[in-house]
C-alpha cells in the first residue's frame, strides 16, 4: 500500500509543496495499516511513535532513517 502511494508520486521531491500531498498521503495509509483512527487529534503523532519503535526495536529490517544535514555555523548566516 505504501509503495503504491510513493511510486505512483510524480512531483519534485525537493520542493516542499509538491511534497506536502505525499508526506499526507503516506500519513494516512500508516494511519490505516496502525488501525488508528483518522478523527485522532494526535494521528501524526501515534503513527511517528508506532514507527520510531519499530525501528528500535528493529522490525524494520534493514531500513534505516535518514540522517538530517549537518550545517556549519558559517553557512547559516
Known amino acids: 500500500m505504501l509503495y503504491e502511494v510513493v511510486s ?3 512531483g519534485d521531491l525537493e520542493d516542499e509543496e509538491t511534497m506536502s500531498p505525499l508526506i499526507k498521503a503516506e500519513f494516512s495509509v500508516l ?9 485522532s487529534d ?4 501515534k503513527v511517528a511513535a ?11 529490517g534493514h531500513y534505516t ?6 550545517y556549519k555555523r558559517d553557512n547559516l548566516s
Do not use: M
Not at 42 to 45: A, L
Not at 65 to 70: H, I, K, Q, T, V
Open 8 to 10: 505512483s508520486f510524480n
Open 31 to 39: 494511519r490505516d495499516v496502525f488501525n488508528l483512527s483518522p478523527e
Open 42 to 45: 494526535d494521528c501524526v503523532r
Open 50 to 60: 508506532k514507527l520510531l519503535n519499530l525501528y528500535c526495536t528493529g522490525r524494520l
Open 65 to 70: 532513517l535518514d540522517l538530517a544535514p549537518s
